[in-house]
């Protein structure tokens, strides 16, 4: 049982923000945003194969980084292999046994085991596919030594305080805060196998929840008739955004220790915008109970929401804290994307060509230089985002080439520019550069 008494109010801990990390430059990104730790997979054995993950080189150097950084760094192995999958899950185990890593997500019993077969000392997560929705299943895990239950996305939050209250202080909870969910409960789906030969217990879902469906009638195979039709077709399965930034602090009242984002298949952009703005949100939680608050009457600065508006995401609801799937399956109205908008380009700072520095000068204007993403026009309206601060609105006035002539435009992906700046910004190394105004469905 919890080492607290019964009916003892639980003594507030600041929650971790975990973000995804798709690759090694996206874990960089989530870490100066703010990430206190990452979770990412190596090229086999997670369930996100469609983002560029890390080899076995590439987890050691992500290892160091965040740990150089007082950050920490956990491994998905959470998918279901087979028999013939093992001796390759056991070589790729050992040959990271000395990496560091401070958790493996994992579902499989199978997995666990050899996980504690090579590395006896390893902290095990119990993976969201293994479905811990109630106190009993969450006691068997840590009874059999698990130090963190990801919990199912299908619990309210007075199942994940039962959670909490029946389980040692050594066992911490994580809940997913942001991004997709699946229609399936909690991930485990055989649609994705059936229908395109993709196992998504194996990382390869093909995502046929999102497709649109109708009916057939046997004797009518040319006339589909639409389950429940609006402007865009039927889409009886496709889910809603996850975006529960506003109920962080009754998330934490309720005993859940690290916020996870969904999205290592995801923009670097979006691992900046979503990041910086839960760690904002967390810290500003932590301020509010310094001063004396109650975390369930905390809400974050408006402004946050903008920001998370600003990525791609389908519609945004707060899943099943509140109701249960029975009572609203939380799919989607609008089949389209609100797409992010556009990554403009990175700040590089580095000397600036004479010919840029001196013009800009005459003027009164500062120059600086940056790393082109999408085309930048001179005259464009932008936002620069930094660690700590939503966006900060200015105007690209002047461009000039890395050899400092005038340009109109850097219409290249990865050419270096200059361009001197209407605005009061000062961008660091790594700052993100985004297409100002409203974002689409704002």
């Known amino acids: 049982m919890n080492t607290a008494a019964a009916g003892t109010p639980r003594a507030f801990v600041k929650p971790e923000v975990l973000a995804p990390a798709g690759d090694p430059a996206k874990l960089r990104t989530a870490e100066r945003f703010g990430a206190d730790a990452v979770y990412l997979s190596g090229k086999r054995y997670g369930l996100r194969s469609a983002c560029a993950n890390f080899s076995e080189e590439e987890l050691g150097e ?5 740990h ?24 790729f185990l050992r040959n990271i046994s000395g990496m560091g890593i401070d958790g493996f997500i994992a579902a499989d019993p199978g997995v666990i085991s050899l996980i504690r077969e090579v590395m006896p000392g390893a902290k095990i997560h119990i993976s969201t596919q293994a479905g811990v929705t109630s106190p009993r299943t969450a006691l068997a895990y840590a009874a059999a030594g698990a130090s963190r239950l990801v919990l199912a996305r299908e619990l309210g939050l007075s199942d994940i305080s039962a959670i909490r ?4 202080g050594s066992v911490s909870l ?16 055989l649609l994705s196998n059936a229908l395109a030969g993709r196992d998504a217990n194996r990382g390869e879902c093909a995502q046929p929840c999102r497709w649109n469906y109708a009916l057939i009638e046997e004797k009518r195979p040319g006339q589909p008739i639409p389950v429940e039709e609006d402007r865009y077709g039927t889409f009886i399965m496709s889910s809603k955004d996850l975006c529960l930034i506003d109920f962080i602090g009754e998330l ?76 609203n399956a939380q799919v989607v109205r609008d089949t389209d994307y609100i797409r992010e908008r556009p990554f403009l380009a990175v700040s590089a700072p580095g ?9 800009a000068a005459a003027r009164g204007e500062r120059v600086f230089r940056f790393i082109q993403k999408n085309r930048v026009t001179a005259g464009d309206s932008a936002e620069l985002l930094t660690p700590g601060r939503t966006g900060i609105p200015f105007v690209f006035r002047s461009l000039f080439d890395a050899e400092g002539n005038p340009v109109t435009s850097a219409p290249h992906p990865g050419m270096v520019f200059f361009a001197s700046v209407g605005g009061d910004i000062s961008p660091l190394e790594g700052d993100i550069v985004r297409g100002g105004g409203k974002a689409s469905g704002e």
């Not at 994580?174 to 789906?189: I, L, N, T």
Request: proline share 6%; with cysteine.
């Open 62 to 66: 992500a290892s160091d980084y965040m």
């Open 68 to 91: 150089a950084r007082g950050k920490k760094l956990y491994l998905t192995v959470n998918t279901l292999p087979r028999a013939d999958e093992y001796p390759g899950l056991e070589r």
């Open 174 to 189: 994580e809940v997913f805060v942001h991004g997709a969910m699946c229609v399936s409960w909690s991930g485990r789906c």
């Open 165 to 168: 209250a029946a389980l040692p």
């Open 252 to 327: 934490a009242a309720a005993g859940a220790a690290s916020f996870k984002i969904e999205g290592r298949v995801k923009s670097a952009y979006y691992a900046a915008a979503v990041t910086g703005a839960y760690r904002i949100a967390v810290d500003a939680l932590a301020d509010h109970v310094r001063a004396g608050g109650v975390p369930e009457d905390f809400r974050p600065d408006p402004s946050l929401m903008r920001e998370l508006e600003s990525v791609s995401h389908r519609e945004y609801c707060t899943g099943f804290l509140h109701v249960t799937p029975a009572e």
């Open 351 to 359: 000397d600036i060509p004479g010919g840029a520095a001196a013009g």
